[in-house]
């Protein structure tokens, strides 16, 4: 048996800059027959399953065409919505469990909840010193429907007299990052998107996302024009974070028990059970033993430790204990 711990992690964060949920597309449709329908809910399908496996080559896969066969078995709601400028649109909703369950049956990639909240400081460098991209900004509304399109958890800041207090533009082109954390302390989020974009032929935007004091990924994208430069922008970000928290499952007879320590309240005890059943790639998480503020569980997980790993360290609860209370080979945590 393999051990590790951990500490309860909280669940239910809010999307605030997303409209939609993870289970509803919008397609834009030039009319309301059978025909236009049955294709606009085609690609919605294409859409849901770019977002729960969180790569673009999933529509490549046998798993598509699979899914695209059984269309009607997905669709669990749909609607039209007119546009402001007139135009109309198919609302649908998706069975999302029963896509990721179909997902792993198949051995494709699943990217599920939790999933980490980005907060974007996206700077356009014009002619000026720049201008940071937020409500208003001319690139908000492209920055907030790539956002849903890709399923990204993204928090945009408010941009208001109390960050310009803290931060300021120059700070996010010269990687100043004691003052991006400072700014950033007053919004929800595990992560910490920091981006620059060029205007000019070609666009170029440089990027990186940050977890704590650490550079978890980055890199740098050139395309025909900022639209086009915003949309790369979230495509490699997305990439790069369902490369790392995505789950592909796998047939294993291992089983982790997980010691967690500190857990003296009971929402915490619900909090953490619920957190672990409902984890990418989590077969079952069962309470094993209760002793005091120890808790032991037993999970099965499909994928590896490494994958685990990736997926526990979402939460900002969780710490390594200086001092573990339970010898052997094992993670240890401390609920903070």
């Not at 393999?2 to 800059?17: D, H, K, Q, T």
């Not at 749909?78 to 896509?99: E, H, I």
């Not at 509304?141 to 958890?153: K, S, W």
């Not at 010898?327 to 945590?333: D, F, S």
Request: include cysteine.
């Amino acid at each position: 048996m393999r051990f590790i711990g951990l500490l309860a992690v909280l669940l239910g964060w809010s999307l605030l800059a997303q409209a939609e949920s993870l289970d509803t597309v919008q397609v834009p449709v030039d009319g309301r027959g059978d025909a236009q329908r049955q294709d606009a809910l085609a690609e919605g399908l294409e859409q849901m399953l770019v977002r729960l496996s969180g790569q673009r080559d999933v529509l490549n896969e046998a798993v598509a065409s699979e899914a695209a066969s059984r269309l009607d078995r997905w669709v669990t709601r749909y609607d039209y919505n007119t546009l402001d400028d007139g135009s109309s649109a198919l609302q649908a909703r998706y069975d999302v469990n029963g896509l990721m369950a179909f997902m792993a049956e198949q051995g494709a990639s699943v990217w599920g909840m939790p999933r980490p909240r980005v907060l974007l400081w996206l700077v356009e460098q014009g002619a000026g010193r720049g201008e940071m991209v937020v409500e208003g900004h001319p690139l908000y509304a492209q920055l907030v429907a790539q956002a849903q399109r890709r399923g990204l958890t993204l928090v945009i800041p408010q941009w208001d007299s109390e960050d310009q207090g803290r931060l300021n533009v120059a700070d996010i082109r010269g990687r100043f990052d004691q003052q991006l954390r400072d700014a950033s302390s007053r919004y929800p989020h595990e992560l910490i998107a920091a981006a620059v974009l060029y205007q000019g032929e070609p666009a170029t935007v440089s990027w990186r996302v940050l977890k704590d004091k650490n550079t978890l990924e980055d890199g740098r994208e050139k395309t025909a024009n900022d639209e086009e430069a915003v949309t790369a922008l979230i495509d490699r970000v997305t990439d790069q974070l369902a490369a790392r928290y995505a789950v592909k499952g796998a047939v294993s007879d291992l089983r982790t028990l997980l010691v967690v320590d500190q857990v003296d309240q009971l929402q915490d005890w619900f909090t953490l059970q619920q957190f672990l059943a409902g984890l990418s790639g989590m077969r079952r998480a069962s309470l094993v033993q209760a002793s005091g503020t120890t808790l032991t569980f037993g999970l099965d997980f499909s994928a590896s430790d490494e994958q685990l790993r990736n997926l526990l360290e979402l939460s900002p609860q969780l710490r390594a204990c200086p001092d573990p209370a339970v010898a052997g080979p094992q993670w240890h945590y401390c609920w903070r």
